[in-house]
């Protein structure tokens, strides 16, 4: 990092820590998404013209009583964080080392409002996971039949008056994803079109009465020891 950069970052630490004290209604999501954006473009490095890498671990570190209120969000706050950063790095044509991760941390020494983002490139395997991501959740996909509807029995249940209690399916056999309407009364488009059965490509939209379903399959960091929200006390790692 040169002169110029440590000095802008200064700027930034004592911009962010004046507002932190002047606006006491905590921190938001978005600002944690445009943190993490700002921290991909920052580290990015160009291998090739086909390829430019960045950091894949990323830990966001809060205040005690930011950390609270946003580890209540659970797996919502961060899958919503995985898809900003997902979408930014294939806007940008990113590329990922290996499995994504973003970990929530605290540090004794953050005033409330105030966030710092450490990133790192940790080369390794990728599990690719089938996900519908719907309503801004995701539902991860299990090998097999994922029925659809708005019924108690389906996997994923959808509250819409347009749906069927089994309305369709994706079926997924560990490579390969296909769509499959199961005689629901209004039918089942796909990208558009209305469809009886279709194989399902990676960014597919899928439409059932007024909702939108979005098929995707999204690189996850295999489990390890450090999973889930972490603790950083007292601003030490």
């Known amino acids: 990092m040169g002169i110029l950069d440590k000095f802008e970052r200064g700027l930034e630490r004592a911009f962010n820590g004046a507002f932190a004290k002047t606006f006491r209604s905590g921190l938001q999501p978005v600002e944690i998404v445009s943190a993490l954006k700002r921290e991909m473009d920052t580290?990015?490095?160009?291998?090739?013209?086909?390829?430019i890498l960045v950091p894949n671990r990323f830990h966001v570190i809060?205040?005690?009583?930011?950390y609270e209120r946003l580890a209540s969000m659970g797996d919502t706050l961060?899958?919503?964080?995985?898809?900003?950063?997902?979408?930014?790095?294939?806007?940008?044509?990113?590329?990922?080392?290996?499995?994504?991760?973003?970990?929530?941390?605290q540090d004794d020494s953050k005033s409330?409002?105030?966030?710092?983002?450490?990133?790192?490139?940790?080369?390794?395997?990728?599990?690719?996971?089938?996900?519908?991501?719907v309503n801004g959740r995701?539902?991860?996909?299990?090998?097999?039949?994922?029925?659809?509807?708005?019924?108690?029995?389906?996997?994923?249940?959808?509250d819409d008056g347009g749906a069927s209690r089994r309305h369709a399916e994706v079926v997924w056999d560990g490579q390969r994803?296909?769509?499959?309407?199961?005689?629901?009364?209004?039918?089942?488009?796909l990208n558009g079109r209305r469809v009886a059965q279709s194989a399902l490509e990676p960014d597919s939209l899928i439409e059932i009465g007024r909702t939108q379903l979005t098929?995707?399959?999204?690189?996850?960091?295999?489990?390890?020891?450090?999973?889930?929200y972490l603790r950083r006390p007292g601003g030490s790692q």
């Open 43 to 51: 580290k990015a490095s160009i291998i090739s013209r086909q390829r």
């Open 62 to 66: 809060v205040s005690p009583t930011d």
């Open 78 to 105: 961060n899958s919503s964080l995985m898809q900003e950063i997902e979408r930014h790095a294939a806007s940008h044509a990113y590329q990922f080392p290996g499995g994504l991760s973003i970990k929530l941390m």
């Open 112 to 133: 409330l409002g105030q966030l710092s983002i450490e990133s790192r490139s940790v080369e390794g395997k990728v599990n690719w996971t089938p996900v519908l991501e």
């Open 138 to 158: 995701r539902h991860q996909l299990h090998q097999g039949s994922n029925v659809i509807g708005r019924g108690s029995e389906a996997q994923i249940t959808i």
């Open 177 to 189: 994803a296909g769509l499959r309407d199961l005689g629901s009364t209004n039918g089942t488009k």
């Open 215 to 228: 098929f995707r399959i999204v690189p996850e960091a295999p489990p390890s020891d450090d999973t889930g």
